[in-house]
């Protein structure tokens, strides 16, 4: 009963280190997508996939990186890390037929010194 | 450009009491849907509710309903006998067309349920 899976829940970083969030889902869901949450700004789409082997930016996308090899995963790559990414990164994943309604990993807090 | 506007940055309500939260949004697209999220201290952020722009009732999930009135662009999140495990922040969210999960998100509403 895993759902959508997040390492790590917490990160500290150095400005300049890079890392990768981890994401994995066991729903066999098409959509996956990675949102920040900052305080006050609700939450905002970095990237997105429809599909293994396909990916697209979203509203805030410098910065990061993604791939999608498989269904089952989605890591997000920091490049190299910026105090102004400091923040609560969430994956998400949802069936094609019903895109939006999104099941949501615990969260990764990073925080970038 | 679409946009989600949620305007009470908090709301009370007496437990057993109803409490509406208000969403609008904005979009040129004819076909998007519309969603709630619940995200209670712990973090984890819960689906409620989905409204589609072509639905011709509103949306209706146990205790929860949708108040959705076109011509407003409005999309009202309606909680019936509220239970204190229904304090926390709840955000209005918006997907345009329809093969996408991509969501633009409101700022949220902190709900606080006193006894």
């Known amino acids: 009963n895993a759902g959508v899976t997040q390492t790590p829940k917490f990160q500290v970083l150095k400005t300049g280190q890079s890392m990768t969030l981890q994401c994995a889902q066991d729903m066999n869901h098409e959509y996956m997508s990675w949102y920040r949450q900052d305080p006050g700004m609700g939450l905002r789409l970095i990237h997105y996939?429809?599909?293994?082997?396909?990916?697209d930016q979203g509203e805030v996308p410098n910065g990061y990186n993604v791939s999608r090899s498989t269904t089952e995963d989605f890591p997000l790559r920091l490049l190299s890390a910026a105090p102004s990414q400091t923040s609560v990164y969430f994956c998400?994943?949802?069936?094609?037929?019903?895109?939006?309604?999104?099941?949501f990993g615990e969260g990764s807090r990073l925080t970038v010194l | 450009a679409q946009k989600i506007t949620q305007t009470q940055p908090g709301m009370f309500v007496q437990e057993k009491e109803a409490v509406t939260l208000d969403c609008t949004y904005d979009t040129s697209d004819p076909s998007y849907g519309l969603f709630w999220y619940k995200q209670p201290s712990s973090g984890e952020m819960i689906f409620l509710i989905y409204q589609g722009s072509y639905d011709q009732q509103n949306a209706t999930e146990g205790r929860y309903s949708l108040n959705f009135q076109k011509a407003r662009k409005s999309a009202n999140l309606v909680i019936s006998a509220s239970q204190l495990g229904d304090s926390a922040m709840y955000f209005c969210a918006m997907r345009g067309g329809y093969n996408t999960d991509k969501l633009i998100f409101g700022t949220g509403t902190r709900l606080q349920v006193f006894p």
């Open positions: 998400a994943s949802s069936q094609q037929q019903r895109p939006g309604e999104l099941f």
């Open positions: 996939s429809v599909g293994a082997g396909i990916t």
